[in-house]
C-alpha cells in the first residue's frame, strides 16, 4: 500500500532529517518549502507559502501524512504561527491526513516537575510558550471535528550537519582546544534529541497512527545530560581531557535592546538552568522495538562533526548571536531549546 507524506519546512533540522526518514521508510515524499528547495533525492519537492490555505489544501490532496515543521523567525511568531495553523488544519480536515508535529518544551513553564511526559499541566510563562501552548491547543480542539494530530516532544536536536547553532557555534566551538562552552547550571539535567533518531521515531509512530488517540502527545526522551555529562561524553569521545566555560548572558542584556532576537532568547534562557527530561516510557510502549542511537554513538559522532565543521545542535534556525568566544569568568547561564543568539524558528520550537 502507497505511503504518503507532506513535509512541511524540509530546509529546517526536523524537516529535513524526517524527509530522509519517510523516504527511507519507503513512504512517497513530497516537501514543501518557501524559498530554495533542500534538495533531497528521492523526494517531489514543491514551493509556496503554507499559510495559504488553499493551496496547501491542495497539495495535501491523497497524502496520508502532514509534517508541520516549518519554522519562522522568533520575533515572527505572533504574527505568524496563528496563520500557519489554521493553513495545516483546514488542509488536514479537506484531505483527511493526520498532522505529525515536532513539539517543544516551552508550553511547560519554568515551574516545571523534571520528568515531563503527556500528562505534564500546560503553564506557560512566556510569550513563546503561550503562543505554542495556543497551537497545540487549537489542533487538540480539531481532533473533535476528525483531525488527527501527532506531538512528538523532544529537547534541544542534535545532529552531524553544520547549521550555526547551540552546539557547533557556541557549546563545541572550541572544543578541539579542549573547552566547551556551557550556558546554564552545570548539574541541571538537560533534554537533547538526535536528530536522526527523533526522525525515525516519527516515522513508526506515523504506521500506527490509526492505533493512537486522536490526539496523541508522545515525549521522545533522547539523551538527558547535565552539563558536566556532557563534557565527559566529549571528553571520552576525543580521548583528552575538555573543560567547561560559561556563556557571557550579560553581553546579550546589554544588547538586547536593539536586537530583537536576543530579546526572545533571554526569554527562554530559565531553559537551561530549570532541570529536564522527558518520560521514554510512552514511546517505549508504543514501538516497542525501537532502538535509539548510544549516548557513545552520539558523542563520537559530535565529535566527528565539530572536527570537520559540520556538527550542529539546534530546534530553530541559526546563531546570530555575539561570537561564541567565552571567557573562563563568564557566569553561566539557562535557557533549553533556546535558539543560539539567534538560531531562532517557529513550528517545531526545535526545528
Known sequence: ???????????GRFGR?????????????????????????????????????????RLAEGRDLIVHAANVPYPDWAKDLPAMTRAVLAAAEASGATVLIPGN???????????LGPDTP??????????????????????????????????????????????????AKSLAAGRLAYPGRR??????????????AAVGLAEIREDLPAFADVPFAGLSLTGEEMRAGLAQAMGRGVTL????????????????????????????????????????????DYRPT??????????????????TSAQTSRWEGPAATVPASAASGAGQKTPAPAMVSAASGRT
Not at 1 to 11: C, D, F, I
Not at 188 to 196: D, S
Open 294 to 311: 548510544t549516548a557513545e554513538a552520539v558523542f563520537a559522532a559530535l565529535v566527528a562533526g565539530a572536527a570537520s565543521g559540520r556538527t
Open 122 to 171: 500546560h503553564r506557560p510563562d512566556t510569550r513563546k510558550g503561550r503562543l505554542r501552548a495556543e497551537m497545540e491547543a487549537a489542533f487538540r480542539a480539531a481532533s473533535a471535528r476528525g483531525v488527527r494530530t501527532i506531538v512528538l516532544r523532544a529537547g534541544d536536536f542534535l545532529e552531524a550537519e553544520a547549521s550555526g547553532n547551540w552546539f557547533d557555534a557556541v557549546l
Open 245 to 288: 566555560r560559561g556563556f557571557p548572558w550579560a553581553f546579550l542584556r546589554l544588547g538586547a535592546p536593539f536586537n530583537p532576537m536576543w530579546r526572545e532568547i533571554l526569554e527562554m534562557r530559565y531553559l537551561w538552568d530549570v532541570p529536564h527530561r522527558l518520560d521514554p516510557a510512552p514511546l517505549a510502549r508504543l514501538l516497542p
Open 1 to 11: 500500500m502507497s505511503r504518503s507524506v507532506l513535509v512541511l519546512g524540509a530546509r
Open 17 to 57: 532529517a524526517s524527509a530522509h526518514a519517510f523516504r527511507d521508510a519507503g513512504w512517497e515524499v513530497h516537501v514543501l518549502t518557501r524559498g530554495a528547495a533542500p534538495g533531497i533525492p528521492g523526494t517531489t519537492e514543491h514551493r509556496g507559502d503554507l499559510r495559504d490555505a488553499e493551496a496547501l489544501a
Open 187 to 200: 548539574d541541571a539535567v538537560h533534554a537533547w534529541a538526535w536528530l536522526p533518531d527523533a526522525a525515525r
Open 105 to 115: 518544551i516551552y508550553v511547560f513553564g519554568r515551574a516545571m516537575p523534571e520528568l
